[in-house]
């Protein structure tokens, strides 16, 4: 019998998202995104390591992974609940035409900006008012995903590793992990905050067993 994912199992899963009609939106597939001419110099292709369940992935999809089976690939359909969420006509502002000019910014349909770490993508530039929609791009979408989970990730340095890449967008590489003797040392390009370290090591033992952990800022030694 093929082994089935649990919940709190890490994984490695490849995924193609797409619209109803068939136009891709994302993908963890290199081929893919070349094929469909939406490939990236700047994304990094490849299976995307997960802990199922941790909302590292769109809510629907992450639920849709538990009780699956390793190497076969199944075929989602997501509603906007469990996917980018409904449209939402409060995250739809209007912005004063002084506001871009104090940034030397020069509006236009179609540009996406931050404000205070709020995306939104201009609509509408009328007069002195610039209409923003701060709702994700696919909001009020059904959209359809294609996926296979491609292993198990049984290894704890790997899972730690994993964890903290999706959870804080840290580079793979600008970390170092080690385990030995079920104790972990994590270097980490940055000094994180005792409070946040210290929940990570009880989020990070409950899912991979690891009791011991400790942070350090890559470079330094434990004194």
Known sequence: MPEKIKLHDFIEVDYTGKLPDGLVFDTTIAQVAQEQHIHSEKMKYGPATICVGEKQLLPGLD??????????EYTVTLSPEHAFGKRDIKKVKIIPMNTFREHKMQPHPGLQIDVDGEMGTVSNVSGGRVIVNFNHPLAG???????????KVDDAAEQITSFLAMSFKIPEKQMKVQVQEGK???????????????????????????????FRVKGTESK
């Open 63 to 72: 639920e849709q992974l538990v009780d699956k089976d390793i190497g076969k």
């Open 141 to 151: 979408k059904e959209v359809v995903y294609t996926f296979k989970i491609r292993r």
């Open 184 to 214: 972990a040392t994590v270097e980490l390009p940055v000094n994180l905050p005792p409070p946040l370290t210290d929940a990570l090591v009880k989020k990070l033992g409950d899912l991979t067993k690891v009791k011991e952990i400790e």
